[in-house]
């Protein structure tokens, strides 16, 4: 049985498709074959940040109303043969998507597939809602100001109660926090939220937190993961959040500004 | 996962639900009392479902038209789902409107719906079931038999049991309480819990706490640091523009003395 993470935020651009590739990249890499799904239907950008939209011919939408099936649906990523992308259909809406057919979908890529990576749309409208509801682990990425942290709070609000887990009476999903578009200079002068701040509202287990850095938009924008580019230090963070996911203690970083180098040793709470 | 399969299933399952006790057989009376209680709680009340409980009523000799509450409630927002402790005509019009009748202590399915709610409620304060399970037959019944004593309200001998919530309680979400309501865990800004009876929060308190809403004007909200948006006891209410700073991450109390809300720190 394939464990089946979902990334979400209820706040629109604080990273989900950003985070959903990395980690999905990380795991793969690790040896893990993964699949990563868009649940963004009709606004569709997985495909771009993988860098496989030119190789998009059916999509989520398509398997779920048995117009293709999952295979021909499923595109293998170019850098990593572990990696497959399900991308989101862009024509149609949100409505197109069924508890019954994700959950069809998801059941089949269990047999096949050790994670699957639901990438979340924005909201807690029907498309978020479904890409939780099957879901084991949730990877909640938040940016360091109040309106997102509020947002992430609502969300862990609706996993609590709303997902399947929350329904059968099953153990609750296991929540992670991820900090994205952290700048500690920023947290410094008092314009963003602390990491302590953050924890204050969400108390959540501390997955990674990731520094804001150019190397997001170059990566998404040459369509490639940003976990892949091993010398920027949003890729070294996401490859601690995967190492820490999959049971690695490591220590957290980028937590203080760079001048403070040698503290970054500093473990973050948990 | 899903069971493809299947088209469906039958599970029991438990619901809580306002149970709306008429003393008055006056129709403007009852729809006044009850939008000024609307107006305390919107949110709470917008489109809930209820049953109407018409014990009182008949004991006091007193006849209401079943027809003509429900269509005033609907008109109000409010859901009528079933009725109770009504005389032979009443239940007649209920079922004309397809509304359950509860039949008292018969164990028909209409009985099990009304009363799930307070199931509930009242197996947390009773002994674990292993101890009755040597007779399930008597675990079976024993339910809906108590239930009767548990709601009604004119039996105050009876204690309504508390609840007890662990998990942190998030924005958007809502707690009701019939009883006290005890969180363990922090309540966050934009979270709503509600309690008939007194509230505790051994964290700190964000959001809105309403407690005594029902009119209890004794009851109190207990917290370790009030950062709250809204405090409310029996309907009064003060909002965090009205919270000092001073009172932040300290132990307090809040009651209410000549309709003003005290908030006092708990030495």
């Known amino acids: 049985m394939a464990r089946i993470i979902v990334v979400t935020s209820g706040k629109g651009g604080v990273g989900k498709t950003t985070t959903s590739a990395a980690i999905a990249m990380g795991l793969a890499k690790r040896g893990h074959k993964t699949a990563v799904i868009d649940f963004d239907v009709g606004l569709r950008n997985l495909d771009l940040i993988m860098g496989c939209e030119r190789r998009v011919v059916y999509d989520f939408i398509n398997v779920i109303n048995g117009e293709a099936s999952l295979n021909q649906a499923l595109i293998r990523d170019k850098n990593c043969n572990l990696l497959y992308i399900l991308p989101a259909s862009q024509t149609r809406d949100k409505d197109a998507l069924t508890l019954e057919g994700v959950g069809k979908v998801l059941d089949e890529l269990s047999g096949d597939f050790q994670y699957i990576v639901c990438d979340s749309p924005a909201g807690i409208e029907k498309g978020a809602y479904l890409a939780l509801y099957y879901a084991d682990d949730a990877f909640v990425v938040t940016n360091p100001e109040i309106s997102s942290v509020r947002d992430s709070d609502r969300m862990l609000g609706i996993l609590a109660s709303k997902s399947r887990r929350a329904e059968n009476n099953e153990e609750p999903v296991k929540e992670f926090l991820l900090l994205t578009r952290y700048d500690p200079s920023r947290v410094k002068s008092g314009e963003m939220l602390g990491l302590d701040d953050v924890q204050d509202i969400l108390s959540l287990h501390l997955l990674g937190i990731i520094p804001e850095s150019k190397s997001v938009l170059t990566a998404s924008n040459a369509g490639m993961p940003v976990i892949l580019d091993e010398k920027s230090e949003a890729g070294q963070a996401y490859e601690d959040v995967v190492a820490r996911y999959l049971g690695e203690d490591r220590p957290h970083r980028f937590i203080e500004d760079k001048k403070g180098f040698f503290r970054k040793l500093f473990g973050g709470k948990s | ?267």
């Open chain 2, 1 to 267: 996962m899903t069971n493809t399969s299947s088209v469906l299933e039958f599970k029991s399952s438990t619901f809580f639900t306002p149970i709306l006790i008429l003393y008055s057989n006056d129709p403007a009376a009852i729809e006044q009392s009850l939008q000024e209680k609307i107006n305390r709680a919107p949110d709470f009340f917008k489109n809930s479902p209820l049953v109407i409980d018409l014990r009182e009523l008949n004991k006091s000799g007193l006849d209401i038209d079943v027809i003509e509450t429900t269509e005033m409630l609907r008109r109000i927002g409010l859901f009528p789902i079933g009725i109770r402790g009504g005389n032979e005509q009443q239940n007649k019009q209920a079922n004309k409107l397809s509304i359950p009748v509860d039949a008292g202590g018969e164990h028909d399915s209409a009985n099990q719906t009304l009363n799930t709610g307070t199931t509930k409620a009242q197996s947390t304060q009773q002994p674990p079931q292993d101890s009755v399970a040597d007779n399930t037959v008597q675990n079976d019944i024993e339910p809906s038999e108590s239930i009767v004593h548990i709601d009604s309200t004119q039996s105050p001998a009876e204690p309504v049991s508390s609840m007890i919530v662990t998990q942190p309680v998030r924005s958007g979400q809502r707690i009701y309480a019939r009883g006290d309501l005890i969180v363990m865990s922090q309540v966050s800004a934009g979270a709503e819990i509600m309690a008939e009876g007194n509230i505790h929060v051994y964290n700190t308190l964000r959001g809105r706490a309403l407690a005594g809403v029902q009119g209890n004007t004794a009851a109190r909200i207990f917290c370790l640091d009030l950062q709250a948006e809204l405090i409310s006891i029996s309907g009064d209410y003060k909002t965090s523009e009205h919270l000092t700073k001073q009172m932040q991450k300290k132990p307090v109390q809040i009651y209410l003395q000549d309709h003003a809300l005290i908030i006092k720190e708990i030495a």
